[in-house]
């Protein structure tokens, strides 16, 4: 485990990692956008970064949900 210095550049680094997954949301998975969403809304620069962060997270949490219950009904017709 690497211990970072206080003045280390790791968080700014890994905030804008963030951002350029949730940039591009399409193409990433849910856990990855979970994680960056969870990042921004705990290190996001403005009250809004933080809020849209934390909304995506309902949205990609909801979807979830969805997803889950279409593979389940997909799985019943098949029998």
Request: net charge positive.
């Amino acid at each position: 485990m690497t211990i970072h210095p206080r003045n280390s550049a790791w968080p700014s680094d890994r905030v804008a990692e963030a951002r350029a997954v949730i940039a591009d949301v399409a193409h990433h998975s849910d856990l990855l956008i979970r994680l960056a969403c969870n990042v921004l809304a705990q290190h996001g620069e403005t009250p809004g970064e933080r809020a849209d962060a934390q909304r995506l997270l309902v949205v990609v949490d909801a979807r979830r949900g969805v997803a889950r219950a279409q593979r389940e009904d997909q799985g019943r017709a098949a029998r």
